[in-house]
């Protein structure tokens, strides 16, 4: 379970890694552009992609049967007699676990890189 949220974290680093290499190589492309096309080609910038909301649920269960049988039989008599006792025991454990990012108000790796338009 905790390797699984690990995981979410590293997700999201994954996503910010490509995203400052994406920054990099669109600065080339608008330096590369005349000064009167960079406000427009800004607009096309990169986003970064945010792991908002991330769950995780975990269910188990275990159910256990137990049967005790006690029976006589006399075939020629005709007589049957029998006891039974049976048990049944069921347990549900559930794990939920969510995680929740606020997203950030400005993107700070577009700024260092005067691509926001703001």
């Not at 994406?22 to 080339?28: E, H, N, T, Y």
Request: hydrophobic share 40%; proline share 3%; with cysteine.
């Amino acid at each position: 379970m905790s390797a699984l949220t690990a995981q979410a974290v590293n997700t999201q680093l994954v996503f910010d890694a490509a995203y400052e290499d994406d920054l990099d190589r669109f600065a080339v492309v608008v330096a590369q552009t005349a000064p009167e096309w960079r406000d427009l080609l800004k607009q096309l910038a990169p986003q970064r992609m945010l792991i908002r909301e991330f769950r995780l649920s975990l269910s188990l269960s275990l159910v256990t049967e137990r049967d005790t049988e006690f029976r006589v039989r006399a075939f020629p008599l005709n007589i049957n007699y029998s006891l039974r006792h049976s048990m049944n025991t069921e347990n549900e454990s559930r794990l939920e676990m969510c995680v929740e990012q606020v997203p950030l108000v400005q993107d700070t790796l577009s700024r260092q890189r005067g691509l926001n338009n703001g």
